[in-house]
């Protein structure tokens, strides 16, 4: 079975370690702040501002002054610090960010990444999207492994343009955990019950596997 | 008005000199922080032809997406332009000539050219489309894309309380490009919610100081909400 949206926030959140400071984009990778360890402390950055965003507010508690990048009402949590943008993204190209999680439409086999741009259909903007792939040294993608008919979305090339060039090396899609790694995709670990083979047929850019593949456990 | 005293009564004296063609630096992210009152100035006074430099565009109805319909804004420098209908109309019939810049390429940008530097290497957006036709150069084995700061004929913030002399503090996240956006004005123009006299803010606690400020005015704020998220309050109990 494919991960679910919240299944892959999950597995994701396996890669946080106690101490970090995590930047978390729009959609799948919000989740993951619902499956930090309870034994482990994370502060969660958002790119307009914030280190140490907290939950969302009661109704009461709204603040039309405290949003996160995505433009949602939100809370500081305990030891939260508030900064202007260029002092935010001195702290996420100049690499002080320890984990970054996003989403793509496409990854390549170069580490190439492509997410803010389908020309004449969706022109909205990267935002901070290019400043955190170029800054950060440590980032996973979250995605879907193929389209909803079959389509691949882990590439030889990117077809789209480009968010950044050979920044990405970690991949976790709703079938596979994913390194890349010397021009070629590497498979780490398989969804439950997601065979090699499916893994293998959806993916485009060459993908190497080595030995037993374990499912992923969640 | 006398010495450093900065305060103006009327948001038509706060936008006095503001002509067509002119670039205008806006604070602000989404709707949160932005100089409301100011923008409604502009489109009250029919200013036409301008460059707006402001990480997005408002929405339709409120923000610098009231500056559409009268097709005010000839360019914009942002770094994300989704939520305005009009917007994309105008951007798809080439009406509207956006450049995208990265946002913190975008808040770099407002920062050096407050800061006196005419240009910067980052490795943001190297390798994209952001890169086209600009310089680049290899230090210590990366690859970096040199970028233009930018400085404005005009800025208009919005921060939260200030002295008479200028001297400002801003509120939250409603902060974000505020600060900058002050410094790259020739003129900035600020409103804010409570006006003190100097000496009344701890000047440690000072965010922006003064010299950046050219004129202050009080204002009030709808300040609307984007994205209203809320989780139930602990008296419903949990879900």
Redesign the interface.
Known sequence: MALSREQIAQRVAQELQDGYYVNLGIGIPTLVANYVPDDMEVMLQ?????LGMG??????D???????A?????T?ATGAS?????E??AM??GGHVDLTVLGAFEVDVNG?IASY?IPGKL?????????LV??ADNIIVTMTHASKHGVSKLLSHCTL??????CIKKVLTDLAFIEIRGGKFHLLERAPGVSVEEIVTLTAGELVVTGDIPEMIL | MAGFDKVVTSYEEAMAGLTDNMTVIAGG?????IPENLISEIKRKGTKGLTLVS?NCGVDDFGLGILLPDRQIKKII?????ENAEFERQ?MAGELD?E?T???????K??AGGAGIPAFF?????????ATGKEERQFKGR?YILEESIVGDFAIVKA?KADRYGNLV???????????AATAGKITVVEVEEIVEPGELDPDHI?TAGIYVDRLIQGTFE????????????AQGKK
């Open positions: 958002s790119e307009n501002g914030l939950q969302f507010p009661t109704e009461e709204i603040d039309a002054d405290l949003i996160n995505g433009k949602q009402t939100v500081m508030i900064f202007d943008s260029a935010s993204f996420i190209r190439n741009m022109i909205k903007g990267m935002g901070g999207a290019m400043d170029a800054g343009p480009l968010t950044g060039k050979g | 992210f989404g709707l949160c922080g990480n942002a770094s994300y332009v989704g951007m956006v995208l990265p946002q913190g390429t975008l808040a770099e407002m920062r980052t490795a943001t957006g190297y390798g994209t489309p952001v690859d939260w801003f509120r939250k996240t409603a902060r974000n490009f505020n600060p900058l965010h300040k609307r909400i984007e994205q209203r998220t809320v989780r139930p309050s602990s």
